[in-house]
């Protein structure tokens, strides 16, 4: 899917690039708080050794960041934007609209879902930018 960036997401995203090296797919601008999907591959790059990278480009935007990892499918994807909760498992479900199923321990529960539920609202809206999935639901 084709994902439209809004100029502010634009402007974070290269900003992002500028300091970290590494540049994102897409952002995400919910308040205080950037969510930005880095390429596979380049989270290690992009947190950088002992999060310093990361934690610069905060201080330097003066916002959160989280960081989601690409993914080749919408599986993999959603369990990537519900990290670092474990995932199980993640079933697609296609009938009347397409809905992500994500088998998550219990004991996890909690960091999947997030303050206010903003961890399983930003994988919801991923989900729907990247993949087109209406919804995302924990088992």
């Not at 610069?56 to 989280?66: D, G, N």
């Amino acid at each position: 899917m084709r994902v439209e960036l809004s100029d502010e997401a634009r402007r974070y995203i290269g900003r992002f690039d500028e300091l970290t090296g590494v540049t994102p797919t897409d952002c995400l601008v919910e308040g205080d708080r950037l969510v930005f999907v880095v390429p596979a591959g380049k989270m290690a790059s992009a947190i950088g050794q002992g999060g310093e990278t990361v934690a610069e480009a905060e201080r330097r935007l003066a916002k959160s960041i989280e960081l989601v990892e690409d993914a080749d499918t919408a599986e993999a994807f959603v369990a990537s934007a519900l990290a670092p909760a474990a995932v199980n498992a993640v079933t697609i479900s296609e009938q009347n609209d397409r809905v992500a199923y994500v088998e998550i321990p219990e004991a996890d529960r909690g960091v999947a879902i997030g303050a206010e539920g903003a961890n399983i609202e930003t994988a919801r809206r991923l989900a729907e930018r990247h993949y087109g999935i209406d919804d995302v639901q924990l088992t």
